[in-house]
């Protein structure tokens, strides 16, 4: 080929061409965001109002309904689901996977404000927002104590500000915490005698509460901004509010009301290994690295954790990266093993320098493919990495083609470049056409439709990369370095036949009798191709994922519509309670009451205190004892109890 022709002729061009490509392939390797999911767009948008004391019943007829009339007249809505439950309204919208979610988000904006003026006038203002995937928290940390939940929340809150520091932190969300509350408790009998109507205090205590702004003032060569104080901070501030002046004198809030500083009233618990707790969920930014962002996250943890006060504990209760750091390393391993592979077989037959030719076909191909996805944006995700590990061991057939036939034709007597160019030019084509054909099998996954084909498009995407690669290595670049270093030992003999490798010299024996006896062979082919098919589709048992040892598994509570905390606290006891003889097989038991886990929307102010969430946290499955499949079979049929 013309184009391998002048590789060969211009080699010191390709040796320069490989240096390049080592240094970028080595940089975007180090600098390729390591994630666990593509960044796909999930087409679904949801819209939650919030009007607290509201039944179902008249959640959906007062605000579910009326937003619904207005969405029904969207165009590329794939279906619309709405959920009423205690004061609060979810409607998700889920538009074709084709949509551009930016203007889909805009369009039911503009629905959303069409139908505000139908719904009623104390309902929160509608919060709509899209589901992003990259948004899910990457790590959940609990810090948990015998020091109760205000010192443990407040220590979390400085921890969040100092997590949501470090470069890459997206959000930091606290879950199981409490909030302070001032809260104002009216004697009825005083409100009464003084003749005050509750709406006025409460309207006095609403515009008392802020601070108000005074304009600009001049003074020498200075410009002052001015305003009043009046945010209300302490109890006291708040006792002596004056709620009316008359003949009779005045009126202070303390007066015919007691006010305590307290905590809000909690609609969810926290426990980790039955110890109240506090949970920290960080979410990354999309785009960046996990496994940067989960280091720098648990070294400022471990710094940390020497300054706590006694009794408080930091537990690591999830930790994403850790998957995706296990894929990275399997990667890493696989490459090793395939060079030393590739070295160990094809020194057999081509001598260890040749060999060496070969095997660069696997770092190469890697490196180049490593950096063209860098430059088209691509993360190194889960499907990415299955993708390169998948292409690995195809990655060296053109090499071993390319190399093999031109170390023949040396053998026969060809000096380097004349081997070089004559033996790529013979096999060109049918390698050619041999990587094509293999790209052309997962060209269809193109083509896969909706939000998987969004997810798997990785899959083809980074195979045809690898493998476009490894072309251009055994096309290019062994061929200019075989031209240049590759040694081989004449093999004709005095007679003019060609010396045969032992192991080729046995295939060749019995490649003599297959052709023989040509018959029989298509034959134990044809049988061995029907009996092995039944076999597989008359046993073969068919899934969509392999059957794992989980990391984790979740027992979900649901109690009634209407469950107080405390109820829903007494059924989870009971779970922990069954749970205790297993204690020594997990790592955590995790308790959230009244939560069932982050939502994908985020923070859902929903009155879901009637349901519940039982995380069994297992060991690494090396130090496990007991298989986490097993413990789970074995809680399901002591759960069965429980009614």
């Known amino acids: ?42 087409p679904f948008i949801n819209v939650t109002v919030t009007y607290e004391g509201v039944t179902p019943e008249d959640m959906e007829s007062l605000v579910t309904v009326p937003i619904e009339r207005k969405l029904t007249g969207l165009s590329d809505v794939k279906e619309i689901t709405s959920t009423s439950v205690e004061g609060v309204s979810t409607i998700v919208i889920e538009f074709q996977p084709d949509t551009v979610i930016e203007d889909a988000l805009q369009r039911v904006r503009d629905k959303v404000d069409l139908a505000k003026s139908d719904l009623p006038e104390d309902a929160d203002d509608p919060l709509i927002n899209e589901i992003n995937l990259g948004e899910i928290p990457i790590m959940l940390m609990s810090l948990t104590g015998s020091v109760g939940l205000p010192v ?39 409100v009464a005698a003084y003749g005050i109507p509750l709406t006025d205090l409460v309207e006095v205590t609403r515009l008392e509460n802020v601070n108000t702004p005074g304009g600009s003032m001049d003074l020498g060569e200075a410009k002052f901004l001015m305003r009043t104080p009046g945010e209300i901070s302490t109890p006291e501030e708040l006792a002596n509010l004056v709620v009316r002046v008359g003949p009779e004198g005045t009126v202070h809030l303390r007066d015919i009301a007691s006010i305590k500083d307290a905590f809000k009233e909690l609609d969810s618990l926290s426990r980790v290994d039955a110890n109240p707790a506090v949970t920290l969920a960080i979410s990354k930014r999309s785009g960046e690295n996990i496994i940067r962002i989960a280091d720098q996250v648990n070294a400022m943890f471990e710094e940390l954790q020497e300054g706590l006060p006694q009794g408080i504990d930091i537990a690591l209760t999830w930790d994403e990266s850790v998957f995706v750091r296990d894929m990275v390393n399997e990667l890493e391993n696989s490459i090793l093993s395939g060079l030393i592979l590739v070295l160990a077989v094809i020194f057999i037959f081509l001598g260890f320098t040749n060999a060496l030719f070969v095997a660069l076909a696997i770092p190469i191909s890697m490196l180049i493919t490593f950096f063209v996805l860098y430059m088209s944006g691509v993360t190194l995700n889960m499907v990415v990495l299955f993708s390169l590990t998948l292409a690995l061991g195809m990655l060296v057939d053109n090499a071993i083609v390319v190399l093999e036939n031109i170390y023949r034709h040396m053998q026969l007597g060809l000096d380097r470049v004349a081997a070089a ?14 990587t094509l054909t293999t790209v052309a099998a997962f060209a269809p996954m193109f083509f896969w439709p909706g939000i998987w084909g969004k997810f798997m498009v990785y899959l083809p995407l980074t195979v045809t990369l690898a493998l476009m690669s ?109 749970l205790e003889p297993y204690r020594d097989n997990l790592e955590h038991v995790i308790a959230n009451i009244g939560s069932q886990g982050v939502s994908l929307y985020g923070e859902n102010r929903a009155n879901t205190t009637h349901l519940s969430r039982v995380t069994l946290d297992f060991p690494k499955l090396e130090d496990c004892t007991v298989m986490p499949s097993t413990i789970v079979e074995q809680v399901r049929k002591d759960l069965a109890t429980i009614t």
């Open 1 to 42: 080929m013309r184009i391998t022709n002048l590789a060969v002729d211009r080699s010191t061009t390709i040796i320069v061409l490989l240096i390049i490509i080592t240094i970028a392939g080595v940089y975007s390797y180090a600098v390729l965001p390591r994630e666990s999911n593509p960044e796909v767009i999930v």
């Open 152 to 190: 443990l929340n407040e220590i979390a809150e400085e921890l969040e500000d100092r997590i949501e520091a470090i470069p890459g932190v997206l959000d930091v969300q606290l879950i199981g915490g409490v909030e302070r509350e001032i809260q104002i408790e009216v004697d009825p009998e005083r």
């Open 421 to 434: 160019k004559k033996g790529v030019d013979e096999v060109a084509w049918p390698i050619i056409g041999s």
């Open 470 to 578: 490894s072309l251009f290595v055994g096309l290019i670049v062994n061929p200019a370095l075989a031209g240049r270093y590759m040694r081989a030992k004449v093999a004709v003999r005095k007679d003019g036949r060609i010396k045969r490798h032992p192991i080729l010299h046995s295939y060749a024996a019995i490649l003599r009798q297959a052709i023989r006896w040509r018959a029989v062979t298509v034959t134990i082919a044809v049988v061995g191709l029907v009996v092995i098919t039944f076999e597989f589709f008359t046993h073969a048992e068919f899934e969509f994922t392999p059957t794992i040892e989980p990391p984790q598994a979740d027992i979900d509570i649901e109690c009634p519509e209407g469950t107080n905390l405390a109820t829903s606290d007494l059924y989870v006891k009971k779970v922990e309670e069954v």
